[in-house]
Nanobody, 125 residues
Framework: QVQLVESGGGLVQAGGSLRLSCAAS????????MGWFRQAPGKEREFVAG????????FHADSVKGRFTISRDNAENTMYLQMNSLKPEDTAVYYC??????????????????WGQGTQVTVSS
């Protein structure tokens, strides 16, 4: 079992920055990946970024490339999402997730087994 707790959400003006954290407890094994997803009102949950726990290989959705950066601290079992140049369309509840997605499937929601409770990010124009 893995428990995930997100923090760091809030209200920020367009162009500002936020850093989300996801603390994981339980057994994170080397073949795990962790990811950030977001869900805006009336929209489906979508992939934002993912990272392979053992190698640190990172993947970002096209919509956030160059603005968001995913990272992890193995020793602290914590994943981060640095969000810069925020836009109003980034407003959503952000969720962290953990699982064992197969190669090429790190962006697939169904590949993740564990989810946090979500943290709200609101970007004002």
């Amino acid at each position: 079992q893995v428990q995930l707790v997100e923090s760091g959400g809030g209200l920020v003006q367009a162009g500002g920055s936020l850093r989300l954290s996801c603390a994981a407890s339980g057994r994170i094994v080397s073949n795990y990946a962790m990811g950030w997803f977001r869900q805006a009102p009336g929209k489906e949950r979508e992939f934002v970024a993912g990272i392979r726990w053992s190698t640190g290989s990172a993947f970002h959705a096209d919509s956030v490339k160059g603005r968001f950066t995913i990272s992890r601290d193995n020793a602290e079992n914590t994943m981060y999402l640095q969000m810069n140049s925020l836009k109003p369309e980034d407003t959503a509840v952000y969720y962290c997730a953990a699982g064992t997605p197969s190669f090429g499937s790190i962006s697939s929601i169904g590949q993740y087994d564990y989810w946090g409770q979500g943290t709200q990010v609101t970007v004002s124009s």
